[in-house]
Each structure stands twice: as structure tokens, then as C-alpha cells.
């Protein structure tokens, strides 16, 4: 039986990487090249013919692109037959009905898109959603590092929808506030009814508080990734996992149970 395991060791999972030298991708790049089940075939970044991926045989493409391109790299994988791990944001509701509509035609293949691979910053938003509906006010504050792209960040609007569907399910109304915005923006985005602030600055990261408050006490939960290598094992579960989950799955919570 050893014997037999060591003649047939099981093949290495051959992954592709989209958004190759980007800040996360290149993390990507690392942790892949070092994980001894995976192995790094392709890598590829703006410029780059996608058929690089298929011409290399990846089984399973990780995208950290941007939000105006994943979609279109998304439709190719599928049609290819090539599962995804997505960590790009920018996914409406919208846009995953579109993906779950490819992913009927292929039956075969899966694909994880998630707003955030921190193991932490999962269990944050379990923990928040468990928290909103014993609390009349809540806001969000993520903060993230300057360069980032977009705002408010996936994670936060993530966290505002769950938060929001905590409270519908618990018969809550509206956060209480009395304050007329003098300046447009001062109180924030509004993401279903949650307000919601946006912080650049250099040496962040990726951060999120959720404030809550009620009666006489305040609850926050706050998450802080300090590197990026935090995000590594939430992508290398899901790269592990995808070609065993045929369609969507969102979020890596279903990944962690
Ligand atoms: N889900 C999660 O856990 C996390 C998600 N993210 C998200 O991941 C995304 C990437 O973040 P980050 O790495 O910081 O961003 P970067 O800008 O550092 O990286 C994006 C990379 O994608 C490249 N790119 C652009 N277009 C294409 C294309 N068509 N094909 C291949 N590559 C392309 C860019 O090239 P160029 O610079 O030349 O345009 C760049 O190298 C963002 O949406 C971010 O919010 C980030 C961290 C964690
Ligand atoms: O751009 C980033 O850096 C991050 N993007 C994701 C988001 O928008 O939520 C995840 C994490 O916050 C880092």
C-alpha cells in the first residue's frame, strides 16, 4: 500500500496566476511556489494573452486583477473550463448572477470568489452579523493603504450587506441620526441602509472596524491584516478546494465549516 502511494503520489495542483505582479499576486506567486501540492505554471499580467494559462494546462487560475478586467478573465476561464479563486472585488450582485449564468453551461467547473481571504477577517464579519441585531447603531470604518483602487473596499461592502440582512431578519429600522450633512460625504456611503467610511493612508494595510452602539455601551469588532501574507492561507484552502466545488461559491465561510 506504501509502496503503492509512493509510485502514484497524487499530481500537483497546476495553478495559474492573473495579476501576476501585482501586490497580491506576486504574494500569490510565493505561496503557491512553496506549497509542495501546488505547482506555479503560469503567471501572467496586464499585457499578457490569457491563453498563456491554457497553454500551460492550470487547472485552477487565481485572479487579482482589477475590478474593471476580472469579469472578462472570469468569462474565459469558465468557458475554458478553467476552475477560478477570485480575490478581486468589485462583484455586485449583479455580476454574480452573470457568473452563476456561465457556470450553468459548465457544469463541471467552479469557481470561489471572496471579498476577503484573512481567516480573521472572515470570522469579523460572522461576528458582526451575529452582533447587528442586538444594536440600534452601527458603522463601518475600513482603512486600507493609498494605492488601492476602489472604495469603499469589498470587505465593507460585504460586511454592510450581511449587516443589513441581520437587521431586516431582526424587524430593526433605521440606525438613529439627526445630523443634516453640511458637507456631501461627511456621513459617509450608505450601503443598504449602513453607513460606511473610507480611510487611505500610507503604511495601512487592510483594516475594518464595525462599530455598534445602544443603550449606555458600544461594541467594536476590528480586523487588521498587517501583511499580505495573511491572506495566503484563505487562498490556498480555496485553490485546494475549488475543483471539488462545481459553480459559485462566495465567501470562504462554506470552506472553513
Ligand atoms: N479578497 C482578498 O482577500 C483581497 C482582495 N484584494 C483585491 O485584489 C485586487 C488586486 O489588489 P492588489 O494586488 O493590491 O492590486 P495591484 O494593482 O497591485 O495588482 C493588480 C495587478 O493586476 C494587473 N492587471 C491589470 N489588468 C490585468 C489583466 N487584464 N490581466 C492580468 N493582470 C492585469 C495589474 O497590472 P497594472 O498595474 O499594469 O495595471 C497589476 O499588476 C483588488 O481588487 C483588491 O481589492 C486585495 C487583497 C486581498
Ligand atoms: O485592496 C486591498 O488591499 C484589499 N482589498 C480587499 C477589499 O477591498 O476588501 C480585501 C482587503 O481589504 C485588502
Known sequence: MTDELEKNPAEPIRVGVLGARGRMGMEVCKAV???????????????????????????VVVDFTTPDVVMDNLDWCVNQ????????????????????????????????????FGIGAVLM????????????????????????????????????????QARAEAGLGPAPDATKDEVPGARGAEIDGIRVHAVRAAGLVAHQE????????????????????????????????????????????????
Open 210 to 257: 464595525v462599530l455598534f452602539g445602544t443603550t449606555g455601551e458600544t461594541l467594536t469588532i476590528r480586523h487588521d491584516s498587517l501583511d499580505r501574507a495573511s491572506f495566503m492561507p484563505g487562498v490556498l484552502l480555496a485553490v485546494r478546494a475549488v475543483r471539488n466545488r462545481p459553480g459559485l461559491t462566495v465567501g470562504l465561510d462554506p470552506l472553513l465549516d
Open 125 to 164: 464579519m460572522q461576528f458582526a452579523a451575529k452582533a447587528a441585531r442586538h444594536f440600534e447603531s452601527v458603522e463601518i470604518i475600513e482603512q486600507h493603504h493609498p494605492r488601492k483602487l476602489d472604495a469603499p473596499s469589498g470587505t465593507a461592502t460585504h460586511t454592510a450587506r450581511l449587516i443589513a
Open 33 to 59: 511556489d512553496a506549497a509542495a501540492d501546488l505547482d506555479l505554471v503560469a503567471m501572467v499580467d496586464q499585457g499578457d494573452p490569457l491563453s498563456t494559462v491554457a497553454d500551460a494546462g492550470a487547472e
Open 81 to 116: 473550463g478553467v476552475n477560478a479563486v477570485v480575490g478581486t472585488t468589485g462583484f455586485t450582485g449583479d455580476r454574480l448572477e452573470r457568473v452563476r449564468g456561465w457556470l450553468a453551461g459548465k457544469p463541471g467547473v467552479g469557481v470561489v470568489i471572496a471579498p476577503n
